[in-house]
T-cell receptor, first 113, second 114 residues
Framework: KQEVTQIPAALSVPEGENLVLNCSFT??????LQWFRQDPGKGLTSLLL???SQREQTSGRLNASLDKSSGRSTLYIAASQPGDSATYLCAVFNAGNNRKLIWGLGTSLAVNP | EPEVTQTPSHQVTQMGQEVILRCVPISNHLYFYWYRQILGQKVEFLVS????????KSEIFDDQFSVERPDGSNFTLKIRSTKLEDSAMYFC????????????FGQGTRLTVV
């Protein structure tokens, strides 16, 4: 059974720092992986989709990498800003069943001015 | 930019009442989903829907729940006889296809059962 874990659970950094959020999954046979942002009490905003054949994706200050063999993905945020404060979730579509996303609990990020 | 829209944003209901959560997926998408997130817990899959039928449902999605696509645009989740433990954020999502396609989510409906 696929399990997704995110470390750390919470992170507080000063503005301007570069930071890395980690996501691991127990079954490496995934179809793709998505990173989401969730503001408190709000919806899920898709940040990046890494397809199974890709190793990384970039969008602005965000870069996500994927290493399927080791069951890991990282989300790198460059030059963090207070507006980046949110919870960041990763989720995977399993290769054997690509109908549903399996989710991590998220990393709660606070970027302090 | 196309988006998934959900209504209402917040619903309060009494235990035992029926609620209907509404979603308008992105217009050319073919696959539709409901997920829920109980406060402080992981997002959980409830059901997937394709070609006017359920393609998969989780253990959570018992006889209390049903989904419908009554017309070409709406996708609804009905919860009969709500329980306190149904209180959660409910998210609708859609995808253009399976495979390497992105899932797009609505802003959610916060359901509070009192």
């Amino acid at each position: 059974k696929q399990e997704v874990t995110q470390i750390p659970a919470a992170l507080s950094v000063p503005e301007g720092e570069n930071l890395v959020l980690n996501c691991s999954f127990t079954d490496s046979a995934i179809y793709n992986l998505q990173w989401f942002r969730q503001d408190p009490g709000k919806g899920l905003t898709s940040l990046l989709l890494i397809q199974s054949s890709q190793r990384e994706q970039t969008s602005g200050r965000l870069n996500a990498s994927l290493d399927k063999s080791s069951g890991r993905s990282t989300l790198y945020i460059a030059a963090s800003q207070p507006g980046d404060s949110a919870t960041y979730l990763c989720a995977v579509f399993n290769a054997g069943n690509n109908r549903k996303l399996i989710w991590g609990l998220g990393t709660s990020l606070a970027v302090n001015p | 930019e196309p988006e998934v829209t959900q209504t209402p944003s917040h619903q309060v209901t009494q235990m035992g009442q029926e609620v209907i959560l509404r979603c308008v997926p992105i217009s050319n998408h073919l696959y539709f989903y409901w997920y829920r997130q109980i406060l402080g817990q992981k997002v959980e899959f409830l059901v997937s829907f394709y070609n006017n039928e359920i393609s998969e449902k989780s253990e959570i999605f018992d006889d209390q729940f049903s989904v419908e696509r009554p017309d070409g645009s709406n996708f609804t989740l009905k919860i009969r006889s709500t329980k306190l433990e149904d209180s959660a954020m409910y998210f609708c999502a859609s995808r253009a296809g399976v495979g390497d396609t992105e899932a797009f989510f609505g802003q959610g409906t916060r359901l509070t059962v009192v």
